[in-house]
């Protein structure tokens, strides 16, 4: 059973920007703190947006300013709206609703 899909991923141009979206299943998204995550090459994964069921919401300062995370309760999905690209921003992204991952979908920006 598929909890979080991911689709939306891609690549981009600096300076560009690009929307990931996350279909979760009822039961986590109605659960769970639901966040997504980042892992560039060589790195460490890192949670870098957060929203609550009630939709409070929480940024790394490596993003805040930059990537908004919202969430529709009508159709049981999180985002993640990125602006301004930078090549730093290159990673797998992953939707998560604890402890429930979605697969991850890559982000390529080109300078």
């Known amino acids: 059973q598929v909890h979080l899909v991911e689709p939306g991923g891609g690549s981009v141009q600096a300076g560009g920007s690009l929307t990931l979206s996350c279909a979760v299943s009822?039961?986590?998204?109605?659960?769970?703190?639901l966040g997504w995550y980042r892992q560039a090459p060589a790195k460490q994964r890192e949670c870098i947006a957060t929203i609550t069921t009630g939709g409070s919401t929480n940024y790394a300062d490596s993003v805040k300013g930059q990537f908004t995370i919202s969430r529709d309760n009508a159709k049981n999905a999180v985002y993640l709206q990125m602006n301004s690209l930078k090549p730093d921003d290159t990673a797998v992204y992953y939707c998560?609703?604890?402890?429930?991952w979605g697969q991850g979908t890559q982000v390529t920006v080109s300078s």
């Open positions: 009822e039961d986590i998204f109605t659960t769970y703190l």
């Open positions: 998560n609703g604890s402890p429930n």
